[in-house]
Each structure stands twice: as structure tokens, then as C-alpha cells.
């Protein structure tokens, strides 16, 4: 993958607030049914991240599912399990576009294709 040769600049807090904005434009049933996930904006991936998910480019992972999918739930679990977490990561999202536009879509797709996977969707199955 070819790098960009400059940086989008667009604050953390602006970027939170794409966030923020497509986890507000989810429709329902789904919007409702975030209750027991936290989205959080990080920088980039951890190294660990990267090394456990055999990615050698830091650019090429703009989001993160951590968690049992939904559909995979069970009241019989063991208890212990951390809680499901969506990690957006800012700085490959901000590599990738050229434009703020850009930016808006990209955050949409990511915010959209890790919570299908919150869901129990493939990558082939994701509603985009």
C-alpha cells in the first residue's frame, strides 16, 4: 500500500465527534442495541495488535472488534469476559483520506463494519 505523502489534519476531538455522529446515525434496531459497547478513538493499533493479527502495515487496520459477537452470547458463559469494545483508529483513517469528506465516509464505513461484527457478520456479509 503506497503512503500519502502528508497527514489530514483534523483534531482528536473533531474525529470523536465523527464517531460520535455515526454511532448517532445507526438505524434502529441496531442503535438500540449498542447499550453494552464501548466505541473508543485510539491513535493507532497496539504493535501487539498488529503482530497478533499478522499485519506488518500500521495504515491498513483503521478498526477494531473486541468481543464475543452478539449472535454468540450465551447466559451460560463464564464469567470474566471483558466487555465488547470497537476501537476506531485515528491516524490510519486520517493517512487514507485526502479530503474532510473522505474522512466523514471512511469513519461511517469503519464505525458500520465494526459493529457488524458486534453482530455476528463476516467481512462479506457487512451492509456497505
Known sequence: MAQRAHTLLLSEPEFQDL???ALDGLPEPY???MENVAVIVEEKAPREVLEDLDIDDENELLGLYHGISRDNESFFQTGG???ARI???RKPILRLCRT???VVQEVRDTVVHEIGH???LDDDEMPY
Open 19 to 21: 464517531v460520535r455522529k
Open 31 to 33: 442503535a438500540g442495541l
Open 81 to 83: 469476559n471483558m466487555p
Open 87 to 89: 476501537s476506531i483508529y
Open 100 to 102: 474532510k469528506q473522505e
Open 118 to 120: 458486534y453482530f455476528g
